[in-house]
Every structure is written in C-alpha cells, then in structure tokens.
C-alpha cells in the first residue's frame, strides 16, 4: 500500500483520518490491549461518513431524527471512540481515550450501550449490531409513517466485518432488511480478507456481493481507501429502495508492519512500529496529540448538523402539543397514564368471570387491552403467531405497502427477532415484544443476554413453558430455560398462574424502563387463581401469599405458573388431613428478591417446611427461597423435573414425572417426618 | 395438483409414496396431533431415494459405511417413520407407528436419536438436522482419507425445509460445506412455499438458488412429484465435487383438502378430509393398513444393501487385525488403553514441575499427550485458536487438499461449529472437541443442548471463563454461563483449578460415551496446585478435600478453577488466626452429585461454615452444596458475581468485585458470628 500516494491524493482528507488513526495506536499502546486494525482500516470510509453524510449533532446526542452509526465490529471501539472524541461528545474526552479500557471508564474494551453518548448500541458480540440494525431501520419506517418525513427521516449505517457476516444471526438480519426492502439501512462491509486465525479463506469462500443481492440488496464494491469513492457509493446507497451493502476493499492496519496480516487485528504495541506507522502518516504529534487544525476541523464536522436539528426542533414545536407530548413520551419509554386504569378494569371482570385458559392465551386477552392504548407496540413472533398468541385484534403486519403495521412476521429467525426487538428499543419510540416457543430461548440467547446489559427493555413472550407442551417432545419441552434466564443479571422471568397475574407482568414488562422481561406462557388451559379482585399489582412483589393455612401453618408450598394449580390441590389434600398450608405464588423470582427483608419474610416465615414446585429444573434460582439465603431456615423439598422431557400427551407427562398435588403431598410429609 | 395424473404416469412409484401418506395420516389422526403435510408432500423424494439411491440395509442399522438420511425439518417424523417401518426395521414395528407420540413409544414427536434405529440425529429445533450434515460429511471425509474408500464411502442426505434455510444456522453450514467442497453432502429443499404462518414471502423472499450458489454448491431446481427428475437430480448430484442442494418444487399436505396452506402445515385429523385424501391416493386400505404388494415392494427395498453391506465386511475382513480393532474401537467411542497411562505420567510430571499456566494453556499441554494417542479426535476453533489453546503439535488443518488433516478453522460460527461436531460424534469414527470464548456459549447453545439430549459426548471448550478475561469487558466475560450449562440435564461442566484437574477433566471428557463436557477455563495463569502426585482421576469424583484443616474445622471453602487458589489463600489466612479450614476443589458438580451420600458427607460434613467461591452467579447450582440439599446443613455464604462484569484489567475486576482471600476471610467471619 502507497501510503503516500493517498497522503498526497487528497492531504485534508487524510489528516482527519490519520487523527483515528493514531488515537487508535496510543489508546492501545496505553492499555496494551485492544484492536488496533479495525480502526485504521476503516478510518477512511468514517472520516467520509461523518463528514459528507451522517446527520448527527454532537452536541444533541439524543435527537431522535439523527441518522444512527452502528459499529456492529464492536473489537473495533477505538474507531468509535476516536470519532465520539474528535467531533466533540461532550463526555468522550481526551481523558476517557487515554483510559481506554480501565475500570471506570465510558471507554471499554467493546462500545457499551449507556456509557457514552453516541454508542448506539453494545457490539462486540459478533452479528449482533447489523442486527439491531434491522430493527433500527423498521422503528424508522414505522415511525416515518406515523409522524411524517418531518420529524423522522433518517438513516442507519452499519460498519461489519467478515465475523459478522459469518455468524448466522447475520443472514437473518440480511433476509429481513431484504425482505421488508429497508431502504434506509446501508451496511459498509470492512472487506479486509483477514480474521484472527488468518485469511478469510481458511474458513470462508462465501461470495458476499451474491449472497447479498440473493436477499435483494442493493450490492457496491470500492476501495475502501478512496475518499471519492466511497462518498459516491454513500450517495448511491441513499438513493435506492433496497437496503445497500457497500463492500470496501481495506487494508487492515493499514501503514502498519503488521497491515494485511491477522497479526493486525490484534493489540500494536510495539513503540518501534507504532513510530514507523505514524512517520508514514505523516504525523508529527506526540501520544494523544492531535494538531489544533485536525482536531477544529473535526469539530466542525461534529456541529454541522446543529442547524437542521434546530430545523427539526422547530418542526417539531409546529405540531399539536398532544404530538409534540405523545413523540417525547414514546421516546422517553413512558406509558399513558390510562393504562393502569385499564389493567385494573381487565383484572376486575377476569376476577369476576374467571375463564380457564392458557396464559398464552391470557396474554393475547391482555394484549387486546394494552395495544390500543400503548400505540408504540410492535408485535411478532418467530413463525408462531397462532401459538404465541402475540396478535392483538387491532395490529395490522408490517410490511412494504403498509408502513404503519405494528406486527412482524420474523419468520423462522428467533435469534434475528431478539436483536432486531433489541433494535428498536434503543432506536427510541417503539416498545417490541416477540414470540417463539420458550425452548428456543436457545437461539435468540445472544441478544436476549444483551438487552439486559444493555438495560433495554425488550420483552420475549416465550409461550409452551414445560412438559405441559406436551406431545412435541423434549426438543420442544423447556426444562433448564427458567434457570437460563434467571441466571441472567437484569432480567425479569415472569411465569404468571393465571390471566390475572399474567395481565400484571405485562404492566410490568411495559412499565419497566431498563429490563427486559421474559414471559413464560402455558401451552394448556390453567383455571383463574385470582378470583379475589386487588387492585395492586401483586406481581410486582415478586411473590405473595395467596392462600393461608387455616390451621397452624405447618407447611408453605411455593410455586410458579401452572404448577400454582398443583400446589392449591395440594393444599386442600393437606388441609384436609390437618396439615396447614400456604401457597406462595411467585411470578417473578427477581422482583421479590428485590423486596425489602420484612415482605421475604412475611411471604417467607420460618418454621414451616418448604416445597416448591416447578415443571422445570430446581438450579432456576430455587434453593434461596426453599433453604433460605444463609441455610438453616426450612426443611425443604422440590417437586420439578431433573431430566428432559419426553413425547406424550401433557397429562400423562405430569403424572409420570410426578409433577402432581398427590407428589406434592408425600414431599411434605416426608419433610414433616 | 392433478393427483389422478400421478398415479398413472408412475403407478409402481405412487403405491409406495402413498403408503407413507396413508401411514403419516392415519397416525397423525391417531395421535390426534403431529405434523402431516411435510410427509406428504415430501413422500415422492424420499421413495425414490431409498429405492434408487440411498445405501442402506434396514437389517444392519449400524453399518457404518451406511449413507446417512436426516430429516432436517423433524416435525415430518412420521416421514421418517414410516419408512423405516415399511423398510423392515425390526424395532420400527407397526405397533410404534400406531403408539406416535404416546408415552413410552420409539416415535416420538420429532426424531429422537436413540429411540429407534435408522434415526440419525434428534431434529425438531430448526436447521440443527443440516448443519449436523455437515458434520457428517466432513467425518466421512476425514475417514475416508485416512481408511479408504474400502471401508468409508458413502452419502449425507438431508430433507430441509424453509424454517432449516431460514435458521442463522443453515448459513453457518452452508457455508462451511460450500468452502470444503463436501462433495458427498446433498440437501433436498423442501420448497413448498408454506410456513406456520402462511406463504413464505410473509416473512422472506431470499432467492435460495442464488444464495447456496454464492457458497460454491451446486444447486438442481426439479418437480419434487416427478420421479424421474428426482432420480436424475440425485444422480447429477452425486458426480459433482461441490455439495449440492436440490430445490423440490412441492405441494405441502398432497391430495388433501389442505394442500397449499398453512393448515396443511398441521395436524390435519378431519375424518372426511382424510377419507377423501385416501380416495385420491387410490388408497383403499383401512387404517395403518398396507397392502401386501406394496409392504413387500418396500421391505425390498430395504434389504437392497445387505450384498454391498456383507461385501463391504469381507473387506472390513481384509484388513489387518490391528486396523479392524481399531475401527471397531472408534466406533465404538472406545478410547485405547495406554491413554490412562500416559495422562497418569504427564499428571507426574506436572506435580513435580508445577507449572503457572492458564488452564488454557493446561488444556493444550494435555492435548498434546492425548491426541497422538487418540488419533480419532478432530480439534478445532471458531476462529480463535491461538486463543482456546485447541490446536495440539500434531494436528494439520483439514482442508480440500488434506482431508487426513484433524484440525478445524470453524470460522466465527460457534453454532454451526457445535452443530457439526454433534454431527461427527453421531456419524462415529470421530471425537471432536471445539472452543471458543466461554461467553459465546450462548450462540452454540441450541447444539449443546442437543448433545446432552441425545446423549452423545461432544467436547466443548470454553476458554477466557471469567472476568480474568479483562479489558475486553461484559460482552466477553460470562457470568451466568456455568449457569446455563449447569442447569442441562446430561451435561459435565468441569472447571479445573489446574494443569493437573485439566488433564484429568480431558480423560474424561473423552472416556464419556454419552454425556458431552464443557470445559471451563482460564485466560489468565494459575499456580498448580495439586503439587502431590495421585495416580487416581480425582476429578472423576466431582469434588475432593484438597487441603484439609490443621485443626479444629471450623470452615469449608468450596471453590472451582481460577478461585480454588483463592480459597487456599484465605484458608492460609484462616489458619494463621486459628480457625481451622478445608479446602474442597469441586471442578464437576455433577459428577460430585453421582456419588454416594457417603463420600459426600465425608467431602462436605455438618458442623462447619460453608463459602463458595466461584467468579460467576450463585444460581449455577451451589446452593446444594452450601445449604445441603434438603437445608439447615450449614451456615453458608458465596463470593462471586451478582451482575455482569466490567472493562479493565483482570486483576482490578477481582479486587472490584470482591473476590478475593480478604473477602472469604471475612464471610468466613461473618458467618462464624
């Protein structure tokens, strides 16, 4: 590589990015750890980026009609953390690039979501980024269609490197943003032929110009060094309907010894050859020095598009105040404030009629009630629509002639689901939920583990919870998923009783600003628990009692979902052999363990033996509750399942694995001695 | 669809697809759920496979140079199963057939592997079947190669339907298959344009012609109700050295009032509907009723194979007695006796060199005893194998160039790589082990879990276990992934403190005949600790006292890996003040769990505080071994993570965190009040 021909071919370009450039070499040199490649291979297509396109403001972050940059390479953070720097982010200073990867930082090893302004998303991970693209794109399609090109219209880039487009996750996303023809997504693919166990051919032949266009893309192939080109392949890319993928030939660490070899993605730390690289640069400055007429004219870049967000501002004070609250609402995750109304109301007549049905179907009922009020949903499910129940009578479906539906059909692509829903929750002003069977928490595990570090609150509506799915079999039956999820920091695992308490986990779910909820939904009818109306949401207790011993209370069974049904068998067996009884029931784990001790306590009274009861593995988080944090509190017991499942019809499944009120009995007696 | 038409143009041809129809509609109806439209559409590919092409004797399942059949899309189970019945298998009697998805049956929902011979691998979680294909081809390569096509030649076939091509997965695989031109694997689409929801184009438009071409296949787009094409498609794909994918044009639930819809996609047990079906079969048996001419046609069939299978053991017979011992032994998943021995030196060795190393790195010293021993294993990395320490000196890389070659460049496609190597250990001849970051255990998990449903003992090594891992942040350190691997039934999770527990967890992760194993370890370096020799494994307990009290115990420290020589640390400080304190090393829960209560007791008795120790979230099941299981054991505390981890270096984390000597030493306290 002539490093310097492209010095000379264009000096003003070329400074800019060599400020990435060498940011990049000192932040990793400081930590002596980190990616320097990326960055530098890269530098030129962000420098043409930010300059000539993105519609950013660096002083307004959060402007919702910004264009969003996606660095779904996430290894390469110093890229974003340079360009957050020198275009001037308030909160990137000099300071946090110099602690590039300390403790405290906002500069971590891979863009965290929430610690500086300008991450738009937490990448590292590989594939997920171009996946939460999908969803950034669609929040921007539906919302364009709802609010008009005047307060949104933007785009969303996406920088990805052969990792991601090996993942799987990435075929998803490339098939839905084709299939939908998100015209505003253009991805720019750091096509550097090396990965960290040598050239891409090792492991990959694929021809990505063909495999793209197979999913209907708009397909551009540059050098990725040439400021013309790829302003001109931007250009392009904005002006078609299809989603674009600009493929840019790179040299990674380009300039340095190491360019072009897998050595390159790595940490360049070597005092020697960082010297040489920047002497080829041209750059004179010391560590973290970057000359004041580098650094104004960055600056510059990061205030151009100060006017039209003053324009949009203004646009935006032009509409209704009723618009003008509704769009800072959506955007701030708030509800209407109608909604607790209406949930008390739903819960008053479910109290009343009390119908038997899965809590599948209860939280379709639900969504019947919410969706019309809280217009920012958008539902879908992974191919099971009729079975997740996750269509509401009002949602139309999305797609290319009808812009404003609010239901998705993600196809057989669980994983792509998770990460786009994570998209369009940090996108801002939509409120996703999806479905799938809760057994294939598996595939959209990625993102689901990442909406609780980025503290979004996607919500996962994982419906067919246990064996009581039935004759499918163990390859669709759940038993360690409970434990998956519960295991997770940050995450709510809702497995409501009834429709009751399944109405409360959707308040919850949809009230909740930074965690996401996991739903865990029967396949078979449960009869309704809550006959007794409260209006408090006792679900947001975690646990509570719902039946009292009526003698000395002897015994307390603990239980979830549709083994709360069991455990009021139990207690009437029980009781009706003298043995007093009470049943906890305990939707969500996390937000009783969030209680004060006096509430645990009360739920929770020593002195009775324990039995939980669970159609799943007693790991998901029991023994606190059955033995108490510290041990010594109760004898206790479970009554779940220890192995897989099996293929038969769900009654016979209880009974042969001794999930039953009868079990349930003998444990306590056991215990009782 | 002119069904009339069918009958006569092909006659001999329709009364055996028929007969699979009749079957799948007769035992869906029985069953009174299931799936009956795949069978149906898909029953013309698959009889002209099994009479034309497949390699197969239905007397000798286990014939291992049999060609392999998988039904990627494994809701058609009744696909599968009606053709091993028609075909003679002894086990798939008319019995099971009619006993679809009833307890205790060997037909299950989908295709249990295990349940009945001829089932290959356990399919149902979309596009698992097709990419453990490639798995399958890829051993027959490799052994192949290494034994000749004497002993090793044959075809992989996969039924994959639309939910396999749109699973991120199938991309993985295709890929994979398409870069080492496995010539040998061919895939039936099953392109009926229908999913769960509706029409395909709901949710995709991929030109999947276009798109297994940018992979290096061949592809074939055929009338999949035409006998002839299907016959001349199979042969065209079987003299090519590319994989090849064939396009079937069909029609989901043939003949039946449901063709062409989602309905068809079901359980479709109308009685008039399946009358009418059956009249435009021609079919004129009751229920489960084949006709004689027909069922004979097929068991023909089925014992077609067994002159090239007997021919195939005279020359099996041939070889030497050494060489037929030993592909009898990898059959059999036998390890050779002189590997014990050698594990047993290098463990000398180490005790007395005690080396600090990350167990990484201990992982790769013991690869290197084992794999010129264990000359059937294939290593391997999701392209970080200079990072998971996977590659011993011995290994070259398999490629189109060298197919005798035991390592595997997987690419960034952690999924496809454990779906393959599920793939390897169920084609047999292989032991295939494979790693990458521990925290991407959540992109493989769809395949792990399969593994340990199916029972089969792939190795998965999960390297960088902890916040040890440092700077690159959250995204990269697990937290709840011992957790999640924990809580899977049929799954070792070893997590050595050492060298010398790394070996010992390697013997036996390749010992294991049908459990996989999750190797957790280190980044960063550890002091050997088991510094005195034992010639016992003493992993194979689970949990042993690794350094007892000097005097009265007063405190039980139970920790894994990099934290039991934290544990040894407090327990020096411990002592210094006088309380006496064991150290108990617990690198495999489960297996400590499969021993007598006796030697439990005598690891973990009554009488002393507990602490765990363990730089992940306590849900991963410590509680049973810091409480006792039925409780009121001990006073009991944990020291380890209750959050996701940060950006900075691993030693800062620790301190951070709290996970420290200091920390135990004052729970310890704490706890003894």
């Known amino acids: ?191 550097n032929n090396i990965t960290i166990d040598g050239t891409v051919d090792l492991a990959d032949r694929t021809d990505q110009v063909k495999r793209f266009k197979s999913a209907e893309w708009q397909v551009l192939e540059i050098d990725g060094h040439d400021p013309q080109a790829i302003d001109e392949a931007i250009t392009a890319a904005k002006k078609t309907n299809k989603p674009t993928m600009i493929a840019c030939k790179t040299h990674i660490a380009l300039g340095h010894a190491a360019q072009d070899t897998s050595k390159g993605h790595g940490a360049l730390t070597d005092n020697a050859q960082l010297k040489a690289a920047k002497e080829a640069y041209g750059w004179t400055g010391g560590p973290f020095e970057v000359p004041a007429d580098v650094k104004s004219a960055w600056e510059a870049i990061g205030s151009r598009g100060s006017e039209e967000r003053t324009a949009w501002e203004d646009r935006l004070a032009e509409k209704s105040e009723r618009r003008q609250a509704e769009f800072a609402r959506i955007f701030d995750r708030d509800v209407p404030k109608r909604l607790a109304g209406q949930i008390r109301a739903f819960k008053r007549r479910i109290a009343e009629e009390a119908p038997k049905v899965a809590t599948r179907k209860s939280s379709e009922m639900a969504l019947d009630v919410i969706n019309p009020i809280l217009t920012e949903t958008v539902g879908g499910s992974a191919d099971l629509s009729g079975s997740n129940n996750t269509k509401s009578g009002d949602m139309t479906v999305f797609d290319t002639d009808n812009r404003k539906g609010r239901y998705v059909h993600w196809g057989i692509r669980e994983h792509g689901m998770a990460a786009a829903m994570n998209g369009m929750v940090l996108h801002g002003g939509i409120r996703p939920y999806g479905g799938t069977f809760m057994c294939f928490t598996d595939y959209a595990r990625p993102s689901m583990r990442l909406a609780a570090l980025m503290q979004v609150p996607t919500v996962f509506v994982m419906t067919h919870d246990s064996i009581g799915l039935g004759e499918d079999g163990p390859t669709h039956q759940p038993v360690e998923h409970l434990a998956i999820s519960r295991a997770t920091p940050n995450t709510w695992v809702f497995r409501p009783c009834d429709t009751v308490e399944t109405a409360e986990a959707w308040e919850l779910a949809f009230t909740s600003k930074e965690t996401p909820s996991v739903l865990s939904l029967t396949r078979q009818g449960l009869p309704t628990l809550r006959t007794e109306y409260k209006s408090r949401n006792l679900t947001e207790q975690g646990a509570y009692v719902l039946a009292d011993s009526d003698s000395k209370r002897q015994a307390i069974l603990i239980a979830t979902g549709s083994e709360v049904e069991i455990a009021m068998k139990a207690r009437d067996l029980l009781q009706a052999e003298g043995i007093g009884t009470r049943v906890v029931s305990m939707p969500c784990m996390e937000l009783f363990a969030a209680q004060d001790e006096a509430y645990r306590r009360k739920v929770l009274p020593a002195g009775a033996v324990r039995v939980g009861i669970e159609a799943a593995m007693r790991n998901g988080g029991w023994d606190r509750w059955l033995l108490g944090e510290r041990g010594r509190e109760a004898k206790a017991g479970f009554i779940g399942m220890s192995s897989f499942g099996a293929s038969a019809p769900a009654g016979e499944l209880y009974q042969q694995f001794g999930i039953t009120a009868q079990a349930t009995v003998a444990k306590v007696k056991e215990l009782l001695g």
């Open 1 to 191: 590589m002539d490093i310097a021909a492209l010095r000379t071919a264009n000096p003003d370009h070329w400074s800019k990015a060599a400020a990435i450039r060498a940011l990049t070499l000192d932040a990793v040199h400081a930590a002596n750890s980190g990616h320097s490649g990326m960055p530098m291979g890269m530098a030129d297509v962000a420098t043409v980026l930010f300059e000539k396109h993105l519609k950013f403001d660096a002083s307004a972050p959060n402007w919702p009609d910004r264009d969003r940059f996606i660095l779904s390479a996430g290894h390469g953070s110093m890229l974003l953390y340079s360009l957050l720097h020198l275009t001037g982010y308030e909160d990137m200073t000099l300071e946090q690039v110099k602690n590039f990867r300390q403790w405290g930082a906002i500069t971590a090893g891979h863009p965290e979501y929430g610690h500086a302004k300008g991450i738009e998303t937490t990448t590292g991970p590989l594939g997920q980024g171009i996946s939460n693209a999908v969803g950034f794109a669609m929040a921007e399609e539906i919302l364009r269609a709802r609010y008009g090109k005047a307060l949104q219209d933007h785009y969303t880039y996406v920088i990805a490197g052969d990792g991601c487009l090996m993942e799987g996750v990435s075929q998803e996303a490339i098939t839905l943003a084709g299939r939908h023809a998100l015209g505003k997504l253009i991805v720019f693919w750091d096509n």
